[in-house]
């Protein structure tokens, strides 16, 4: 058996009729930038995420970008965010010429550690970025409650997110705004790149469609300094076709995730914990073990592809170091990056696969164990 990390293919060729009408759509009507096929999903994507408004842009790196400068972040601000990301949330923040403050992660659930919040606020604070990390959204009524206490916007990066929830409220929809991508390999991924920001608040909705499109209010009268950060039509027409699966998708996650418990929980394996406040949609199902190394040769002996999501915090990666952090600044965001396992997971997996990956892991925590 050969096991892919995600399988986009198969994905495609099960709804390429109504992708291929969709694209041909577009290419018809010639609204490659925008139009009419953006604004549906924008609708669509901002109604399945219980928000007021989804702007969409070209990926979810802009999203943070737009999010950030449109809650008025700019040199000489700090953003309170964690070091175990992907790096593109750090990036965005050093975009507007603002600066990281990093807290730890809570080692069970991989995101922000409130009770660390408060000791990072300085007079230079003007935000909070929690991530939510493999597809379970941070702890947030704690995280929003001291950010209306010490009045700092609330930016949800939900990349790896969509349609998880937190006691019922889903993620985006909790914070002044929220930031996804539809980087193909994302639960919900366009033909190419793509992000969309979400919030209920019509002055930030207002200002990020300004941004995303030369600040302009209408063409050539250009009220911000902006950006070209526009979704394109086909990537919006794809987009609202994938979106009428994503809950069938989502569920099929979760239930490779209650396979993958199944099979590996009694075994030992240290596997994803969700919260009772999640709905974990299960971006990444990551395992956790000192001897990482080993295991990844044995799956990838096996026939079965895996993922490190991430090795190296941002704190400690050459183009973000800062003086005020080293190694030891975050042992759990350190330990965390040194020991995470990402197994194959994707809606289209089959029981015989998951079988499979778990056999082998499950052998080498074993083989681990008893030596
Ligand atoms: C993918 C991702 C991003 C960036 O999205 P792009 O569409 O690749 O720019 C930001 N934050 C997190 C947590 C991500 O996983």
Known sequence: ????????????????????????RVMDSSAFVLGPAVAEFEQAFAS???????????????ALHLALLAAGIGPGDEVITVP????????????????????????????MDPSRIEA????????????????????????LEIARRRNLRVIEDAAQAHGAEYKGRRAGSMGDMGCFSFYPGKNLGAYGEGGAVTTNNKEYAKTIRMLRDWGSEKKYFHKLQGYNYRMEG????????KLRYIEQWTEARRAHA?????????????????????????????????HREAWQNALTAAQIQSGIHYPIPVHLQDAYREPEY??????????????????????EMTNEQIAYVSSVVAAQHAARTIA
């Not at 175990?84 to 995101?111: K, L």
């Open 1 to 24: 058996m050969n096991v892919p990390f995600q399988d986009l293919k198969t994905q495609y060729r099960d709804l390429k009729t109504e992708i291929d009408e969709a694209v041909v």
């Open 48 to 62: 399945y995420c219980k928000s007021d408004n989804a702007i969409a842009v070209n990926s979810g790196t802009s």
């Open 84 to 111: 175990f990301t992907f790096v593109a949330t750090v990036a965005a923040i050093y975009y507007t010429g603002a600066r990281p403050a990093y807290v730890d992660i809570d080692p069970q659930s991989f995101t």
């Open 120 to 143: 990072a606020i300085t007079p230079r604070t003007k935000a909070i970025l929690p991530v939510h990390l493999y597809g379970q959204t941070a702890d947030m009524d704690p995280i």
């Open 234 to 241: 086909i990537q919006g027409a794809v987009l609202r076709v």
């Open 258 to 290: 209650l396979e993958y418990g199944r099979l590996l929980g009694p075994a030992g394996v240290v596997i994803p914990q969700a919260k009772d406040y999640a709905r974990h949609v299960y971006h990444v199902y990551a395992v956790r073990t000192p």
């Open 326 to 347: 080293s190694e030891g600044s975050f042992p759990a965001s350190e330990s965390a990056a040194s020991e995470v396992l990402s197994l194959p997971m994707f809606p």
